[in-house]
């Protein structure tokens, strides 16, 4: 059997290699798959770097428009009016879970002080037993079997559109959020 294997360039062990056509180098498979990701790596970097150098060059042309100010200043409204409701939504969900959760804990710490209290005083029978088991079973399910909480959505728009006209015919829609009556 001939003795085909070279040196990686990463771990200078010999090893079954492949060669690289870009750099000329050898690696070992495992060598190669992180040189191929930290390839990935670059190329995804000079990927970013060019679509921000893109945004740069569309930004630059139209940043001191007007109505780029407007919509500007439309998007970060709109920005901070759907994180205080994200955050109070959060806020509700975090509040009847750990609820629901104290009331459970609340019926464990009640039968593990009764079990003790029995266990202390040795007076019990089968059918305390099949009572603790039974009570048990049912502050299981209810861990398991919390009532569900869910998302809705509003069937009035929470965003209402906006429109950008131009003379040359372009039209645009945006949405802006429209203030209801009983939200701050």
Not at 74 to 86: D, G, H, L, P, T
Not at 96 to 105: H, Y
Request: proline share 1%; glycine share 2%.
């Amino acid at each position: 059997m001939a003795n085909n294997k070279i040196l990686c360039f990463i771990c200078n062990k010999n090893k079954i290699t492949y060669h690289c056509e870009g750099c000329s180098k050898e690696f070992c498979l495992i060598h190669l798959t992180e040189y191929q990701q930290i390839l990935n790596d670059e190329l995804n970097h000079i990927i970013n770097d060019y679509d921000q150098f893109k945004q740069r060059i569309s930004e630059q042309n139209l940043h001191n428009h007007s109505l780029i100010k407007q919509i500007d200043h439309w998007e970060r409204n709109s920005i901070e009016k759907i994180q205080q409701k994200a955050q109070q939504c959060r806020e509700t969900v975090m509040k009847l879970t750990q609820k629901l959760i104290d009331d459970v804990e609340k019926k464990f710490i009640e039968l593990s002080q009764k079990l003790k209290e029995i266990r202390q005083e040795n007076e019990f029978n089968e059918i305390d037993l099949n009572h603790f088991q039974l009570k048990l079973t049912q502050i299981t399910k209810e861990l398991l079997k919390l009532p569900s909480i869910s998302i809705e959505g509003d069937s009035q728009e929470f965003i209402n559109k906006i429109s950008v006209h131009s003379s040359v015919g372009m039209f645009i829609q945006l949405f802006y959020f429209r203030k209801r009556q009983n939200e701050v």
